[in-house]
């Protein structure tokens, strides 16, 4: 069975661009999780897409912003990139949570190597 | 506020010397712990859940436990391929997931 996949492995980009990662999960997955992960910091929450929506978001500023398509693949879109932006951007599916009191493990994608320059 | 604290930020091993890593948590309502395992330039590898204290759970050389304040991850008998980083996770109430920066751990043949 395919894991999480994630597309492009590394993007080199200047400040003031925008960037695009994408996301597939695995089969059966429909809940989605961004998280970036920068140098010396631990993984912060990005995103949650479940079932095509939005769920929750982190503490980050509406420039990182994202969807989730009906095949519950997901895309992760940063704007006006900054210097500081540059990490790894890591994608993670799990079963749907919906109203589950039990939380799905998380399986997690190689990553997206963004450098901001 | 929601936190997590991993102890140590560091830790080396001989081959075959057992320790634990610590992962101390304080969140409002504990949907789920987790740890991971992460090599260099590579996503987390899933190793545990854990869901409420006095739960355990075993993995070849690896055992999780939780407590209401913390979690422990006991590695027994290590092997040089368990040189990784280990990283703690915790979703709280309002769903939101919080990382710790993870233990690094290098066995030493």
């Known amino acids: 069975e395919a894991g999480v996949t994630q597309s492009p492995t590394h993007l080199i980009k200047t400040r003031g661009q925008q960037a695009t990662l994408r996301c597939s999960p695995i089969s059966g997955h429909t809940s989605v999780y961004w998280y970036q992960q920068a140098l010396g910091l631990g993984l912060q929450f990005l995103l949650w897409y479940d079932e095509g929506e939005e769920r929750n978001r982190g503490n980050f500023p509406p420039r990182f912003s994202g969807r989730q398509f009906p095949n519950y693949s997901s895309e992760l879109n940063v704007n006006a990139l900054e210097l500081e932006d540059s990490a790894l951007y890591l994608c993670a599916s799990s079963l749907g949570s919906g109203l589950v009191v039990r939380t799905d493990t998380q399986y997690f994608g190689p990553g997206t190597r963004l450098t901001v320059l | 506020e929601d936190q997590v604290t991993q102890s140590p930020e560091a830790l080396r091993l001989q081959e075959g010397e057992s320790s634990s890593l610590n992962c101390s948590y304080t969140?409002?309502?504990?949907?789920?712990l987790f740890w991971y395992r992460q090599d260099p330039g590579k996503g987390p590898e899933f190793l545990f859940t854990?869901?409420?204290a006095g739960e355990e759970k075993e993995k070849e050389r690896l055992k999780a436990t939780l407590t209401k304040k913390e979690s422990f991850l006991h590695i027994t008998a290590p092997k040089p391929e368990d040189s990784a980083t280990y990283l703690c996770?915790?979703?709280?109430?309002?769903?939101?997931?919080?990382f710790g920066k993870g233990t690094r751990l290098h066995i030493l043949p």
């Open positions: 969140v409002s309502g504990l949907r789920g």
């Open positions: 996770a915790v979703q709280a109430r309002d769903d939101k997931i919080i």
């Open positions: 854990l869901y409420s």
